[in-house]
């Protein structure tokens, strides 16, 4: 089969003919119709994460059809057109991931590739409102944006949330959900244009963090937050405590502008504020943000396709951060 190959984080990411997966009981082999970049990749590409091995097919989010099943007993799901959940061994927690927990691209391989080999515990009907490229799309930032939001950010109707950094695929997704549950959504970006394309999604105002004055035009445009969405940190995080509403809820994903400046304490435990961390989210996770998706008919945002064999120049598109929304692969 053919398959996007990394062979070192000093070479470009390759295509060329690889073995196709042989499963076992309890695995399924998906042969795919779409695959989606996340910030991972690239961070992968240029030997930046965690456990890095060479070679390696990247790639966590795909969607495609069941081609065959390494037990009988799961022949139903012969032709079965799904979705994959990323992670898996997250174990018997719902707060917390175990030790074993692991997410596909790395360290096993992933879906930048004509198929790829999963458990069948970690395969989900796909959407039926949803083309292959949308469905490929869900998986990592949906789950991870909805954990976020609706496990650890206890978001709920009515509720004013702020999203930083919208433009990305975390960011677009965690707009989409808020307002389908009827929330009220501000978002930043330094990007006008990023801006421009929340509201039309949704979103009641934003403001480029470019601005000297951002954390005030927030103050002035919504009074105060109830859920703060972020995957960031750096600098600015030190403004977000300020924004929130007495018992609010910071939530923190990720870290691409560094990590957490000094925080007065007493502003945070006067409020009852918290600040909570998330990554990923459970299998339970995954049906609720699944289910979710059906109830509404959410149809993500795709910024761009790019044909398989073209990979290198879709993770090139990432690494500048222009793309609104995510970044998909036609396999």
């Given at each position: 089969?053919?398959?996007?190959?990394?062979?070192?984080a000093?070479?470009?990411l390759?295509?060329?003919e690889v073995?196709?997966p042989?499963?076992?009981?309890?695995?399924?082999?998906?042969?795919?119709?779409?695959?989606a970049?996340?910030?991972?990749?690239?961070?992968?590409?240029?030997?930046?994460y965690?456990?890095?091995?060479y070679?390696?097919?990247?790639?966590?989010?795909?969607a495609?059809?069941?081609?065959?099943?390494?037990?009988?007993?799961?022949?139903?799901?012969l032709?079965?057109?799904?979705?994959?959940?990323p992670?898996?061994?997250?174990?018997d927690?719902?707060?917390?991931?175990?030790?074993?927990?692991?997410?596909?691209?790395l360290?096993?391989?992933?879906?930048?590739?004509?198929y790829?080999?999963?458990?069948a515990?970690?395969?989900?009907?796909?959407?039926?409102?949803?083309?292959?490229?949308?469905?490929?799309?869900i998986?990592l930032a949906?789950?991870?944006?909805?954990r976020?939001?609706?496990?650890?950010?206890?978001?709920?109707?009515?509720?004013?949330?702020?999203?930083?950094?919208?433009?990305?695929?975390?960011?677009a997704?965690a707009?989409?959900?808020?307002?389908?549950?009827?929330?009220k959504?501000?978002?930043?970006?330094?990007?006008?244009?990023?801006?421009?394309?929340a509201?039309q999604?949704g979103?009641?105002a934003?403001?480029?963090y470019?601005?000297?004055?951002?954390?005030?035009?927030?103050?002035?445009?919504?009074?105060?937050?109830?859920?703060i969405?972020?995957?960031?940190?750096?600098?600015?995080?030190?403004?977000?405590?300020?924004l929130?509403?007495?018992?609010?809820?910071?939530?923190?994903f990720?870290?691409t502008?560094?990590?957490i400046?000094p925080?007065?304490g007493r502003?945070?435990?006067w409020?009852?504020?918290?600040?909570?961390?998330?990554?990923?989210g459970?299998?339970?996770d995954?049906k609720?943000m699944?289910?979710f998706?059906?109830l509404?008919?959410?149809?993500?945002?795709?910024?761009?396709?790019?044909?398989?064999?073209?990979?290198?120049?879709?993770?090139?598109?990432?690494?500048?951060?222009?793309q609104?929304?995510?970044?998909?692969?036609?396999?």
């Open positions: 089969m053919k398959a996007i190959v990394l062979e070192a000093d070479k470009p390759v295509l060329k073995e196709k042989t499963v076992k009981p309890g695995e399924v082999l998906v042969k795919l119709k779409a695959a970049l996340n910030r991972r990749d690239y961070w992968i590409t240029i030997g930046k965690a456990g890095i091995k070679p390696i097919v990247l790639g966590s989010d795909g495609g059809i069941v081609y065959a099943v390494g037990d009988e007993k799961d022949n139903y799901l032709d079965n057109e799904v979705i994959i959940n992670g898996y061994g997250w174990g927690d719902e707060h917390f991931q175990s030790d074993d927990f692991k997410i596909l691209g360290p096993d391989n992933g879906t930048f590739a004509e790829v080999k999963v458990r515990d970690q395969i989900f009907p796909k959407p039926a409102h949803l083309t292959w490229e949308q469905a490929a799309a998986p949906g789950l991870t944006s909805y976020a939001l609706f496990v650890k950010g206890k978001a709920k109707k009515g509720d004013k949330v702020l999203i930083t950094g919208v433009g990305s695929g975390t960011g997704f707009l989409q959900w808020a307002v389908a549950a009827g929330c959504v501000f978002v930043t970006s330094g990007s006008g244009d990023k801006i421009n394309a509201r999604l979103a009641s934003g403001v480029n470019h601005a000297q004055d951002w954390a005030g035009q927030l103050q002035h445009l919504a009074g105060g937050f109830d859920v969405i972020d995957s960031a940190l750096g600098d600015g995080f030190a403004k977000l405590p300020d929130c509403n007495p018992g609010g809820r910071i939530v923190l990720g870290g502008a560094g990590n400046p925080l007065n502003k945070i435990f409020r009852q504020l918290q600040i909570i961390g998330t990554m990923m459970s299998p339970a995954f609720a699944v289910d998706l059906n509404h008919q959410v149809a993500p945002v795709i910024d761009a396709v790019f044909a398989l064999a073209d990979a290198e120049k879709a993770v090139a598109k990432m690494e500048h951060s222009t609104f929304g995510k970044i998909v692969l036609s396999c």
